[in-house]
Nanobody
Framework: QVQLVESGGGLVQPGGSLRLSCAAS????????MGWYRQAPGNQRELVAD???????NYADSVKGRFTISRDNAKTAVYLQMNTLKPEDTAVYYC?????????WGKGTLVTVSS
């Protein structure tokens, strides 16, 4: 069973930065996509950004220019650099790995943007 472990969440003031990390328990050499999703209270889970193993990225309009997704294929790990954070970015952030038609999710890490 593949496990994804996220880290890096916390409390930050508006305008601040955080970096989220996620690593898979298994190293995959095959093509795959890793991404970050978020879910705020009362809202549906939504895509924040994802990245393929060959480096193609996709961002939600709400985070373009502020967040940057990257990955380390040697570790099957994905990162999310979040800058200029806003209160509306407050949510639980989940890591996802899609490979061989299957999806694996992490348990989530809470990001709170508040003064």
């Amino acid at each position: 069973q593949v496990q994804l472990v996220e880290s890096g969440g916390g409390l930050v003031q508006p305008g601040g930065s955080l970096r989220l990390s996620c690593a898979a328990s298994t190293i995959f050499r095959s093509r795959n996509t890793m991404g970050w999703y978020r879910q705020a209270p009362g809202n549906q889970r939504e895509l924040v950004a994802d990245i393929t193993s060959d480096g193609r990225t996709n961002y939600a309009d709400s985070v373009k220019g502020r967040f940057t997704i990257s990955r380390d294929n040697a570790k099957t790990a994905v990162y999310l650099q979040m800058n200029t954070l806003k209160p509306e970015d407050t949510a639980v952030y989940y890591c996802k790995l899609r490979i061989f038609g299957l999806e694996y999710w992490g348990k989530g890490t809470l990001v709170t943007v508040s003064s």
